[in-house]
């Protein structure tokens, strides 16, 4: 099972709206509403910012939304803000045989 | 809170086995019908997710990896468990626990250890 494509890198100015694609395979995120994102600051885990693929869990902002077009899942960051640049993470269930495949990652610069 | 957190050798020999341990603190690992994940990142590369032990104790396993992967559980350690075989210098990265939660998403995480493969 190949990796989820992402680009490697998305950059943009505060304020500014940002959008990071995650793209997969009918067998996959096209199969499944079940895509979540994560964000990695350098040295740190990943923490949960997206789950079934738009919604926010408890204390995530809500500058940050998710949505999914056929087999390509897209992460939305509107108000950039400095904070928000680390890398960032896909990751689809893709059923009972390959479980889970994770995406290549972003790295999101403010410029 | 729930939280996770890892520990274990962070040196290994080519060929031996990694052993890693999670402790779950802020909640009880048998209770929510929660599943428990391991997953790992090579230094300067993306995740990989590895394996997870359900709340029943069955496990499920990434296929690349099946043959060489273990996770258990000790409900009375409210811990669990990997252990990866015949390792390879390809096997070195930070490895996390995770809970597998809403929408078979990971949350939260442990802060990671690194484990490092060489003679």
């Known amino acids: 099972q190949s990796a989820l494509t992402q680009p490697a890198s998305v950059s943009g100015s505060p304020g500014q709206s940002i959008t990071i694609s995650c793209t997969g395979t009918?067998?996959?995120?096209?199969?499944?509403?079940?895509v979540s994102w994560y964000q990695q600051h350098p040295g740190k885990a990943p923490k949960l910012m997206i789950y079934?693929?738009?919604k926010r869990p408890s204390g995530v902002s809500n500058r940050f939304s998710g949505s999914k077009s056929g087999n390509t899942a897209s992460l939305t960051i509107s108000g950039l803000q400095a904070e928000d640049e680390a890398d960032y993470y896909c990751?689809?269930?893709?059923?009972?045989?390959?479980?889970?495949?994770f995406g290549t990652g972003t790295k999101v610069t403010v410029l | 809170q729930l939280q996770l957190q890892e520990s274990g050798s962070g040196l290994v020999k080519p060929s031996q086995t990694l052993s890693l341990t999670c402790a779950v603190s802020?909640?009880?690992?048998?209770?929510?019908?929660?599943?428990w994940s391991w997953i790992r990142q090579p230094p300067g590369k993306g995740l990989e997710w590895i394996g997870y032990?359900?709340?029943?104790?069955?496990?499920y396993y990434n296929p690349s990896l099946k043959s060489r992967v273990t996770i258990s559980v000790d409900r009375s350690k409210n811990q669990f468990s990997l252990k990866l075989s015949s390792v390879t210098a390809a096997d070195t990265a930070v490895y996390y626990c995770?809970?597998?939660?809403?929408?078979?998403?990971?949350?939260?995480w442990g802060q990671g250890t690194l484990v490092t493969v060489s003679s």
């Open positions: 995770a809970r597998v939660t809403s929408g078979e998403s990971f949350d939260p």
């Open positions: 079934e693929g738009s």
């Open positions: 802020g909640g009880s690992i048998s209770s929510g019908g929660y599943s």
């Open positions: 032990i359900y709340h029943s104790g069955s496990t």
């Open positions: 990751c689809s269930y893709a059923g009972s045989s390959t479980f889970y495949v």
């Open positions: 009918s067998s996959d995120v096209g199969s499944y509403n079940l």
